[in-house]
């Protein structure tokens, strides 16, 4: 299966941008060969850069979702309002959104059902604090965050989902776990849920095109979650570049 390079534009980007980066990114003709792209704009721009991407191998998801496919619920916006747009991706339960929208285990564990019933592609993010990485925990921290999100969905299912390590403490940060460290902890991520050793998993927080390739050369790291350095299309292409396995060979 090919490497897996996700964008998390987070609240970046007016249309004129969005649509402004996807034109800038085709022209510069990354390679994919060996990585996948996605990117995640903010709700606005995703029909606009959904179109820019059509027809090309770029494939577009979004940063979260309702669980409800629709209803009294102001301001979401459900699964099947992002498949008419051509949406195949969501990212689930990432750190900010479980930190400043509340969200907790059991509503990722409905979206999580929610948008494998819409058919799309469940990016869910798992990761634990500095206080926790420090204490040992991260392991358990983070298999209990993937056990809850997948509860009651089939291992079929499962495998075909994402999951994303992201250490609190290294989002944004510049500060990285080691490609070891990270390799280890995704191991035990892929054994908590039966199905996850056939799903990629991605790592995430402070990638960048000179760390990559270091990370996806470990077995269990099958690619990224990347923030900051994919609001710039060079760098999110050098990053497809360098994500490839054995990109380092
Ligand atoms: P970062 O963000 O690459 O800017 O650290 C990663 C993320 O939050 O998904």
Redesign the pocket.
């Given at each position: 299966m090919k490497t897996l390079v996700v964008g998390?534009w987070?609240m970046n980007k007016t249309v004129a941008a969005a649509t402004a980066f996807v034109h800038e990114l085709l022209a510069l003709q990354p390679d994919l060969s060996a990585a996948e792209a996605v990117v995640c704009p903010p709700f606005t721009a995703l029909p606009a850069v959904a179109y820019a991407c059509a027809g090309s191998e770029i494939s577009v998801g979004a940063q979260t979702m309702h669980w409800a496919p629709h209803g009294a619920y102001t301001g979401e916006v459900s699964a099947p309002m992002l498949v008419s747009l051509g949406v195949q991706w969501v990212i689930l339960g990432?750190?900010?959104r479980r930190a400043f929208a509340a969200e907790s285990d059991e509503s990722i564990n409905r979206k999580v059902v929610a948008a494998l019933a819409a058919g799309l592609v469940p990016i869910v993010?798992v990761g634990e604090t500095a206080e926790e990485h420090a204490a040992g925990l991260a392991s358990e921290r983070v298999c209990a965050q993937t056990r809850a999100a997948f509860a009651g969905v089939s291992a079929f299912d499962v495998a075909t989902c994402v999951v994303?390590y992201?250490p609190i403490w290294?989002?944004?940060?510049g500060k990285i776990d080691s490609p070891e460290g990270a390799n280890a902890t995704m191991g035990a991520i892929r054994g908590a849920v039966e199905g996850l050793t056939y799903a990629r998993i991605l790592y995430?927080?402070?990638?960048k095109p000179d760390n990559i390739a270091a990370l996806v050369a470990q077995p269990n790291i099958d690619g990224a979650?990347?923030?900051?350095?994919?609001l710039e299309a060079a760098s999110f292409a050098a990053i497809l570049h360098n994500a490839r396995k054995g990109a380092l060979a």
């Open positions: 998390n987070k990432h750190s900010e993010a994303a992201e290294a989002i944004g940060t995430g927080g402070s990638v979650l990347v923030g900051g350095a994919s």
